[in-house]
């Protein structure tokens, strides 16, 4: 049984553990506020984008733009969009199970966002070509240069795809791992909100207002369709930091609470132990009373 001394000092370890966790806790519920707010805004920009590109495409002929196209190589790209600190769950470890799980055809190769999307990848030995350190708060600039890279590397044709396996953002409690297809952008699914929120659904072209393109069409692509990629990328990236804010405030919820706990029982394993020791030491005053008389 460990002696008093020993259950004060782990008192006071959990203590000051429990002060760390709380003050964590607080730092990512007020970061979490202005991701979900940055995200949930970003949604209705997408929404808009989907809408013009269905315009777009009914209005051009098909196969008039190389991001409608498949590569001829048989490689695939995939963007892992993770995170740069620890300590938010199982939000990482259930994107990589999520990507290992995912079956990909042809030779895969990786680009990354976030330190523990790098490192998690070195550990399984994948091909990684490129890493984009990507401060928080996230900048439209900056992702710029990442769907950049990644369309110039669409259109060498040397890769068939370009993925994209993020953590999308539910709600406080509800972060979904996920893998999307960014290149070539996909006709069928192009009015579809790339299921940002549980309320996806398709948008019907017949009920889009008419667009009138001037020059034309083909020539609004040039400028649309790589501002569609980078923005749905920003959406994305988004989405993944309103997640790592999120799953990092309930976990360091929960270490707060479970340390209150700990300490609830600690405190009660002391008051036994020095009970005990109080009924040891009386034994032994009585006991020695009684030898005297």
């Given at each position: 049984m460990p002696s008093t001394r020993d259950i004060r000092r782990r008192i006071k370890s959990v203590k000051n553990t429990a002060q760390i966790t709380k003050a964590?806790?607080?730092?990512?519920?007020?970061?979490?506020?202005?991701?979900?707010d940055q995200a949930a805004n970003g949604r209705h920009y997408a929404e808009m984008m989907n809408k013009i590109l269905v315009a777009l495409k009914e209005s051009a002929e098909e196969g008039i733009h190389p991001h409608f196209t498949e590569g001829k190589g048989n490689k695939t790209l995939v963007l892992v969009i993770a995170t740069d600190k620890g300590l938010c769950?199982?939000?990482?470890?259930?994107?990589?199970?999520?990507?290992?799980?995912?079956?990909?055809?042809?030779?895969?190769?990786?680009?990354?966002?976030?330190?523990k999307a790098s490192q998690g990848l070195a550990r399984l030995r994948k091909t990684l070509i490129a890493d984009f350190p990507i401060k928080?708060?996230?900048?439209?600039?900056?992702?710029?240069?990442?769907?950049?890279?990644?369309?110039?590397?669409?259109?060498?044709?040397?890769?068939?795809?370009?993925?994209?396996?993020?953590?999308?953002?539910?709600?406080t409690v509800t972060q979904v791992p996920s893998i999307e297809q960014i290149l070539p952008v996909n006709p069928v699914t192009l009015g579809g909100k790339r299921g940002f929120d549980e309320q996806s659904k398709e948008i019907d072209a017949s009920e889009l207002p008419q667009y009138t393109f001037e020059p034309g069409a083909a020539v609004v692509f040039e400028t649309v369709l790589p501002?569609?990629?980078?923005?749905?990328?920003?959406?994305?990236?988004?989405?993944?930091?309103?997640?790592?804010?999120?799953?990092?405030?309930?976990?360091?919820?929960?270490?707060?609470?479970?340390?209150?706990?700990?300490?609830?029982?600690?405190?009660?394993?002391?008051?036994?132990?020095?009970?005990?020791?109080?009924?040891?030491e009386l034994l032994e005053i009585t006991t020695a009373k009684m030898a005297l008389e």
């Amino acid at each position: 049984m460990p002696s008093t001394r020993d259950i004060r000092r782990r008192i006071k370890s959990v203590k000051n553990t429990a002060q760390i966790t709380k003050a964590m806790q607080l730092v990512a519920a007020a970061k979490m506020k202005k991701a979900q707010d940055q995200a949930a805004n970003g949604r209705h920009y997408a929404e808009m984008m989907n809408k013009i590109l269905v315009a777009l495409k009914e209005s051009a002929e098909e196969g008039i733009h190389p991001h409608f196209t498949e590569g001829k190589g048989n490689k695939t790209l995939v963007l892992v969009i993770a995170t740069d600190k620890g300590l938010c769950g199982a939000l990482n470890t259930n994107l990589l199970k999520k990507l290992i799980n995912t079956k990909i055809d042809g030779e895969v190769e990786y680009v990354t966002i976030g330190r523990k999307a790098s490192q998690g990848l070195a550990r399984l030995r994948k091909t990684l070509i490129a890493d984009f350190p990507i401060k928080d708060p996230a900048k439209f600039s900056e992702i710029r240069s990442v769907g950049r890279f990644l369309q110039d590397k669409f259109l060498t044709g040397e890769y068939k795809t370009v993925l994209v396996a993020f953590n999308n953002f539910i709600n406080t409690v509800t972060q979904v791992p996920s893998i999307e297809q960014i290149l070539p952008v996909n006709p069928v699914t192009l009015g579809g909100k790339r299921g940002f929120d549980e309320q996806s659904k398709e948008i019907d072209a017949s009920e889009l207002p008419q667009y009138t393109f001037e020059p034309g069409a083909a020539v609004v692509f040039e400028t649309v369709l790589p501002q569609y990629v980078n923005g749905t990328l920003y959406q994305m990236l988004l989405e993944a930091r309103a997640s790592e804010h999120s799953s990092r405030m309930v976990a360091m919820k929960n270490a707060t609470d479970n340390a209150k706990q700990l300490l609830k029982d600690l405190t009660l394993e002391y008051n036994k132990v020095r009970q005990a020791a109080i009924t040891n030491e009386l034994l032994e005053i009585t006991t020695a009373k009684m030898a005297l008389e």
